[in-house]
């Protein structure tokens, strides 16, 4: 397959004419398509040739993000075209893979690797189901959960973007990422407040679909959004702050050593997953700018980032919980 291709308006791809002015070149790139039977996904493997080499090692890396968007139909976006968006947006230098520098600053920044930025986008299908949808956009509402600064502030980290149009587009996502629960997220606490003996296949994060305002304690919470979704034989493992309902309360110093030190375990697994949801500023803020219903989103958003990252490479320590009391 051979075929021109006009090369992204970027400093990285401009040059410069004998006459002095700036121009992009365009390349013509033949592109031999290797497909391997025994390996379905991905499909096919790329082999660029590039027939003008006014770039060199820079065609080859533009020839490949070319095909990365050809693709995208296909198999979904690849984590160059995240990174790409994020660098032409912001103006930042970022390359996969990342060194430990540019890891940590992505993660400041954006919470999830850009792997996880795929999954997301083929969760959504935003180029199917949002319109005008861009990659730049999921990454202002990745930016906007992880970060949430001050509307100015996100204006010129995204390359002095108006403020409404940040906000329309981080707020669509936002909603769009949070309308995944039905999915993504289980509602059935069997999944995570298990009796059987043998341990769960994966964690899954539970949570109420409302907000509640501060002020009820944990005890009085439970009692009206908890306990009655258990039934008479299960229990769910709490902390000091759920004494009051031994029956479906486990608490600790409640029971013999051996269960209470699983029973610590547990607790200690719980405690790793709320570290891995207030990691998101937004809900970490002391001060939430925004109405009551738009926190809703933004906590269903986040629970739906933190389990894809539990089912895609990053889950929290596995704990075998066995009840004795069958």
């Not at 660098?87 to 920044?109: A, G, I, K």
């Not at 996502?173 to 069997?190: G, R, T, W």
């Not at 029956?247 to 200690?268: F, I, N, S, Y």
């Amino acid at each position: 397959m051979s075929f021109l291709a006009k090369l992204p308006d970027n400093p990285l791809y401009t040059k410069r004419s004998p006459d002095n002015s700036l121009y992009t070149p365009t390349l013509h790139i033949n592109i031999i398509i290797v497909v391997d039977a025994k390996k379905p996904s991905p499909p096919c493997t790329p082999v660029f040739n590039i027939l003008t080499p006014t770039l060199n090692c820079s065609a080859a890396a533009a020839a490949h993000r070319l095909w990365c968007h050809m693709t995208d139909e296909m198999t979904g976006p690849a984590p160059e075209v995240f990174v790409d968006a994020v660098n032409l947006d912001s103006r930042r230098t970022f390359v996969l893979p990342f060194n430990s520098v540019h890891q940590r600053r992505w993660l400041h920044w954006y919470g999830v690797m850009p792997d996880l930025c795929c999954v997301i986008w083929r969760k959504l299908d935003a180029h199917n189901s949002i319109e005008r949808a861009e990659y730049k956009h999921l990454m202002w509402a990745l930016y906007f959960l992880k970060v949430y600064g001050k509307e100015e502030d996100n204006s010129d980290y995204s390359g002095g973007v108006d403020e409404k149009t940040f906000r329309k587009w981080s707020h669509i996502f936002v909603e769009a990422i949070s309308f995944l629960e039905s999915s993504v997220v289980s509602f059935f606490l069997s999944w995570l407040f298990h009796l059987p003996s043998t341990p769960s296949p994966h964690l899954r994060v539970i949570y109420n679909r409302y907000p509640i305002r501060c002020g009820q304690n944990d005890l009085t919470i439970s009692r009206t959004a908890l306990l009655g979704a258990l039934d008479h034989e299960e229990s769910a493992v709490a902390d000091s702050g759920y004494v009051g309902e031994p029956h479906h309360l486990r608490t600790p110093k409640v029971g013999t050593d051996a269960e209470k030190a699983m029973q610590d375990l547990e607790r200690a697994r719980h405690e790793t997953v709320n570290s891995r949801l207030k990691i998101f500023e937004v809900l970490g803020a002391q001060y939430f700018r925004h109405d009551l219903s738009f926190h809703s989103s933004c906590f269903r958003a986040v629970a739906v980032i933190t389990q894809l990252s539990f089912e895609n490479g990053a889950p929290p320590f596995q704990v075998d919980f066995h009840d004795d009391e069958e």
